[in-house]
């Protein structure tokens, strides 16, 4: 029997059971990204944070139940509408917070504020009302500028109070959430805020060291945390700047050298050469359109000494490219290309070659002068880094202890096809960590280390221990961000907005970079300490103001958890997906800095050696970690979650789901570890709201999965929960028709109904511990949900086509309707734009790809819309194009050959011919004229009309497009295209499905603005 509660059966429902504001916490998670000040994330890198955004929506639905629902407790409703009518009072006295409600919400708090329009908890009429209302709200709360604001805080605290009580808790507790994933911290954050009760758990002690920042510190020390890191930091700082200002001296001038540009050098292969190349990969350095700078290289042949100008005001023309290119470095002198395994062979015998790098550049920024300027370096510049070599010689020498003063602890291997790919590192001889960084930069972070220690025993001295662990932890922090913006993987960002330092970490990995900027650790710039320290102490001021409450951290794997049976009320994780991050070798970059900063205090005993990597959850194959050691882990890792969640409790599981394949196993875990899925929400943290271009992206995003422990009251997992697959199969298209229009109606359509979808479709099936054919034989999930997105595909055509059977279609115009209806958003119409992402300077990256037209999908995925619609992909080769792991749904200029035959296909392809076209359909002038070049039938030429409704409708759309308004009058009226009704109800639902500025779009629509004139 659970202790000190009641397990109410029927349970009511949570809100996240019913509805969730999708739309609005997407966008806000995608907009949180560009939050730079005062978030959490700017504490310390960690990978794939959530955005807080969704957490704190995500855990207020998760905790709320749902007034409108039956089982919902009566006291819930009357506190509900009782701290929502305070808050609509509130917005109606307050200008700052009605200006941070969405539009249409403050409208409805403006209603419910006034005498008139009160919330009556008692009437069922209002329960209806109240939901939505609490939707609303945690939509606004949503909002980064809404979450430290007094009354969202209160408003939110009261109502999970009330919910917690309402749903059986003791009262004055609060409901605990757990995360045994925890990472960065956002859900135990999050959780925090909104008046829950937080337990984080990671292996990473990384991660554990900064959940304990956020979650114990911060509520423990309020803002004298910040003060007190302020207070020392400068200490540090000025501590460190004695000892180091002698290795970073001024200019003559008085100008601040900010950054030094260095080149990793190989001596040149080319016959009888030998010169010194200095690799480079751009030549840019600032590209201020009115004030550019570059490098010129300059190779004496006679000499064989390579020599660097630096241009300003350089124009994009005159800037040559740099020296290496995907790993072969071309001598500057002779021309000769060394080739990348020599290249790799030479800087692996020196250790990876940043401690004899070419300094090739000096960064700096002058008093009361704009901007960043470039000079040669100086002989003093060189002595000064010679002299940084010695001492740091000297230091090393004299240095005792356990721990050696610069990381000697071993990188990671790296390799194989899983996450070791992250780390080449070592193809470059960097074994050590200390490999990463120059002299100067190892000189100096292990001055900080050192400074840090010493601020963390002084306060201490004075008895102020809990303080002095807190200020040491984060004071270690900022040692971190120091290593990250100096080592020798940074680069120099030459973007006109940019002209900084990349930190190590702007990769998910340890890649080799040929040239690198080292940052002068006192900058007033990114890579400077007191600049840093203010982006570490932004959330702690933030935050310590919202947050009252202590939660805890703890370092423990998941699949072993600390707390007891049926102990939590929420269990709200993001787990590791697959191959997609290897945490624990990445965070070892900072793990043998923390070990340094930290060693003595408390903290230190966290850190005595590198992350442990044995239990973690990801797919390695160097580690020998395979896809089934990974699903095994997260199965024990969800059962576990299951035993330590109350029998009444919920669980909330975000899922990445790359792969379809990757997303079965997953579900099938978390049935297998006995919870019964209730809903899904595909939350797109990427975008605000835009159109994707490409349905793979829509498919792509992560889903929160709600669970709830398969278990009977007293605690037990049920196992003789056995369904009849009939009874399963029967209801499976009620619920989807249920869901799926409901869905519709609050904009969520494509890929996320389809994601919305599945959750309710999986409750079906997981309430069950097995289901059973009538033979008795077990149905396995991989067969359930070939049904599942059979009968989504079905309700979706069915909203496509307004209600009309769409079995009178041929499969070709299904397939592309329900595809075009996958990619599909909600109208918005902005096209994504290309990734900028800097290509991979190793030579092992792959290529990347251009830019295609029409719509991909996992193959995997469009065989599962194709097979749901009774239709077969390898017999639409016209339609689809299958390559590899990709389908492609094929734009109708692409079907042209297809459409009017071998003759005509003039241009369509849509790249440019070589050679004149042939004027059978139509001058070239004309086609120019049209914007495109496609087949046109004039008067002397006819073709075939399509065999199905798609074809023709694709070949009207093209006639539109190539201006002949006369051929496609006699292809619908005297061809007869236009007399079936599927034709234009074909038509209708495409202009309703192709993207709104697209071409597509625009010739449907220009056939169907023939209909009447026609006289259809
Ligand atoms: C996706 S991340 C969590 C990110 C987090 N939600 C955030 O916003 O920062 C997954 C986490 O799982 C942790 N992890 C991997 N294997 C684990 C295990 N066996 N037990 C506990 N944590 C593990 C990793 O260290 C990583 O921090
Ligand atoms: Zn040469």
């Known amino acids: 029997m659970v202790q000190g509660r009641t397990e109410t059966a029927p349970q009511a429902k949570r809100l996240i059971d019913v509805a969730f504001p999708l739309r609005e916490v997407s966008a806000e998670s995608a ?40 089982n919902c407790p009566q006291s819930f409703r009357d506190k509900a509408s009782e701290v929502l009518t305070w808050f609509a009072e509130r917005t109606q006295r307050d200008k700052t917070l009605a200006e941070g409600c969405a539009e249409d919400t403050f409208a409805r708090w403006t209603v419910i504020a006034k005498p008139e329009g009160r919330l009556d908890a008692g009437n069922p009429d209002h329960w209806n009302v109240l939901r939505f209302l609490l939707l609303d709200f945690i939509a606004d709360f949503a909002n980064w500028d809404n979450s430290t604001r007094s009354e969202y805080l209160t408003a939110s605290r009261e109502l999970t109070q009330a919910a917690h009580e309402a749903l059986g808790g003791i009262p004055g507790t609060k409901p605990l959430v757990v995360d045994p994933f925890a990472g960065g911290g956002a859900i135990p954050l999050e959780a925090l805020r909104v008046g829950a009760d937080a337990f984080a758990s990671d292996l990473n002690p990384v991660a554990v060291l900064l959940n304990r920042v956020a979650l114990e510190y911060v509520p423990k020390h309020g803002s004298q945390l910040a003060e007190a890191v302020r207070t020392w930091g400068r200490w540090v700082k000025e501590q460190a700047e004695k000892d180091l200002s002698e290795f970073y001296p001024r200019d003559a001038d008085g100008a601040i050298p900010i950054a030094y540009i260095w080149a990793r050098t190989i001596s040149c292969e080319g016959p009888g050469c030998g010169a ?14 009115h004030n550019s700078w570059a490098l010129r290289v300059i190779g004496n042949r006679e000499t064989r000494r390579v020599e660097f100008e630096i241009v300003r005001g350089a124009e994009p023309k005159e800037v040559g490219i740099g020296t290496v290119r995907r790993g072969s470095a071309t001598c500057p002198c002779c021309g000769f290309t060394t080739p990348v395994k020599k290249v790799r062979n030479q800087l ?14 000096v960064v700096t920024t002058r008093h009361g002068e704009k901007g960043r300027f470039y000079r040669r370096p100086t002989e003093q510049d060189l002595q000064t880094v010679a002299r940084a070599q010695q001492v740091l010689e000297q230091r090393r020498k004299s ?58 025993d002084q306060l201490r001295a004075s008895g102020e221990t809990e303080l002095a662990d807190a200020v ?54 990114s890579g400077g300490w007191l600049h840093n320290l203010e982006y570490l102490i932004g959330p702690l001021e933030n935050e310590a103001r919202s947050l009252q409450v202590r939660g805890s951290a703890t370092n423990a794997s998941a699949t072993e958890h600390p707390l007891p049976d049926d102990a939590v009320d929420a269990l709200i994780t993001d787990p590791p997906y697959y191959d997609a991050i290897p945490y624990a070798d990445l965070s070892d970059f900072f793990v043998v800095w923390l070990k340094r900063s930290l060693c003595k205090s408390a903290l230190g005993a966290s850190f005595t050696s590198l992350a442990p990597k044995a239990e973690e959850c990801v797919v390695d194959e160097v580690k020998g970690h395979d896809h089934a050691f990974f699903e095994a882990c997260m199965r024990r890792a969800l059962e576990e979650g299951r035993r330590i969640t109350r029998p009444g409790g919920i669980g909330i599981v975000v899922f990445a789901h790359k792969s379809t394949a990757g997303w079965e196993a997953q579900l099938q875990a978390l049935i297998d570890a006995g919870w019964v899925l209730t809903g899904s929400w595909p939350i797109d943290t990427e975008r605000e709201g835009r159109m994707r271009a490409n349905a ?38 009620r619920r989807i028709h249920e869901w799926m229009p409901r869905l519709a109606r609050e904009g969520i359509v494509g890929a996320d109904a389809i994601f919305a979808c599945l959750g309710p479709a999986l409750e079906i099936f997981s309430r069950y511990s097995r289901v059973e054919k009538p033979s008795g034989e077990q149905v396995n999930l991989c067969e359930y949900l070939e049904h599942v997105w059979a009968a989504v595909a079905r309700e979706a055509l069915s909203m496509i086509f307004s209600g009309a059977d769409a079995t009178g279609f041929e499969a070709d115009a299904r397939l592309t309707a329900m595809w075009l209806w996958t990619a599909s958003t909600n109208g918005n119409s902005i096209e994504v734009a290309e990734d900028e992402a800097e290509d991979d300077e190793d030579e092992e990256a792959p290529g990347k790809s251009g830019k295609v037209a029409g719509h991909l999908l996992e193959y995997d995925a469009a065989r599962k819309i ?145 209909k009447k004139g026609l006289g259809f």
Not at 416 to 429: I, K, L, V
Not at 701 to 730: F, K, M, Q, T, Y
């Open 472 to 525: 040491q932890a984060v004071l270690a922090l900022n040692v971190d961000k120091l290593a990250d913006y100096g080592s020798s993987l940074t680069s120099w960002s030459s973007p006109a907005s940019q002209e900084t330092v990349r930190g190590t970490f702007s990769r998910q990995a340890l890649s080799i970079t040929w040239d690198f900027a080292e940052a002068y650790p006192f900058a007033d710039s």
């Open 348 to 361: 692996a015998s020196r250790q990876g070659g940043a401690n004899d790098a070419r300094l090739v550049c």
């Open 696 to 733: 793979s992206a829509a498919l792509a995003s992560s889903v929160h999965l709600v669970c709830r422990p398969r278990e009977d009251p007293n605690g037990n997992v049920r196992a003789d929960a056995i369904g009849d697959w009939r009874d399963v199969l029967a209801e499976l298209p």
């Open 866 to 1010: 194709a097979q749901g619609l009774g239709a077969n992909l390898a017999q639409l080769p016209t339609v689809v194009e299958v390559k590899g792991e990709k389908a492609r749904l094929l734009p109708a200029m692409e079907r042209a050959r297809h459409l009017f035959g071998r003759d005509g296909t003039a241009g369509t392809d849509g790249r440019r011919q070589k050679e004149p076209q042939l004027n059978l359909f139509g001058t070239k002038e004309e086609q120019k004229e049209a914007g495109v070049a496609v087949p046109v039938a004039d008067e002397r030429i006819t073709f075939a009309v399509g065999n199905t409704v798609l074809d023709r409708v694709h070949q009207s759309m093209l006639l539109f497009a190539s201006g002949r308004g006369e051929a496609m009058r006699r292809f619908l009226i005297e061809e007869g295209a236009g007399n079936d009704q599927r034709f234009w109800r074909l038509a209708q639902a495409l202009s309703a499905l192709y993207p709104p500025q697209s071409d597509e779009k625009r010739w449907v629509d220009g056939v169907l603005a023939r």
């Open 399 to 456: 240095h005792e202890g356990a721990i050696a003063l610069t990381p000697d602890e071993p990188t990671p291997l790296g390799g194989g096809s899983g996450a070791g790919r992250a780390f080449s590192q070592r193809n470059y001889g960097m074994e050590r960590f200390e490999n990463l960084f120059t002299a100067r930069q190892l000189l100096c972070l292990a001055t900080l280390a050192e400074k840090v220690r010493s601020a963390g």
């Open 276 to 289: 010194e190349v200095p690799l480079i990969k751009s030549l840019w350095l600032g590209r201020k359109p």
């Open 31 to 70: 907009r949180e990204k560009s939050i730079r000040h005062g978030h959490i994330s700017t504490l310390h890198i960690w990978w794939a944070r959530r955005p807080l955004a969704a957490c704190r929506a995500v855990i207020c639905a998760a905790l709320w139940p749902d007034p409108a629902d039956e």
